[in-house]
């Protein structure tokens, strides 16, 4: 008996617990379509096409053809896809549905476009991308990015990052077996003087 092959549309594919595509191990089938998009133009005779980086196909494949492809909506009840009929009504396909909708939950019109709209799983409450509302006196307390030179912008971003590389490998962490303080949060305090420690 013959072994079924796994369609190359759904090899390496990663997901979220939401089954949205987040990534894939492998060039992604589709992103050959994103190359070399014609971009003649009668005003600018002998334009050569557009052609985008290949983390970007990458991208943009994942986004429209894993995740909006077809573009349907959620389909009525778990489990049930939509189906594709034809003129006499006879059943043809059935297909999947968008993984995602956009929401905008705020009604916000931000710069740049994009009006505030954000992309969610069907089953994520539209409220969960409402930004968290922050303290007045906290926002006052945080130095005005404008205002920083070049080497002082760099050291806040290496420290916004390591904080963030922290809580990553905290939040990994069993929680019964979560110090207080990580060895690499006390190397760091002790070698560079952080929180109060001496510098060594």
């Given amino acids: 008996m013959s072994r079924r092959k796994k369609s190359p549309l759904q090899r390496g594919i990663l997901r979220d617990d939401q089954g949205v595509v987040v990534g894939r191990r492998t060039q992604h089938p589709h992103s050959h379509l994103l190359t070399a998009i014609p971009t003649a133009n009668p005003d600018y005779p002998g334009m050569p096409p557009f052609n985008m980086p290949a983390e970007m196909k990458q991208l943009i494949a994942i986004h429209v053809f894993d995740n909006l492809y077809p573009g349907l909506p959620e389909p009525p009840a778990e489990g049930e896809s939509w189906t594709i ?8 396909a059935d297909v999947g549905s968008s993984r995602y909708r956009l929401v905008n939950p705020t009604g916000d019109s931000k710069p740049m476009g994009g009006n505030g709209e954000t992309w969610l799983a069907h089953a994520v409450p539209a409220e ?16 005005d990015v404008d205002d920083l030179t070049e080497a002082q912008f760099a050291a806040l971003q290496a420290k916004i990052d390591q904080r963030v590389e922290d809580e990553a490998r905290l939040a990994a962490m069993d929680a019964q077996a979560q110090p207080t303080e990580t060895e690499w949060q006390k190397w760091r305090r002790e070698k560079f003087g952080l929180d109060g420690g001496d510098e060594s």
């Avoid at 969960?128 to 130095?143: H, I, N, R």
């Fill in 85 to 92: 009929t034809d003129a006499d009504g006879n059943h043809v």
């Fill in 128 to 143: 969960a991308a409402v930004p968290a509302e922050m303290d007045e006196d906290e926002l006052a307390a945080v130095p």
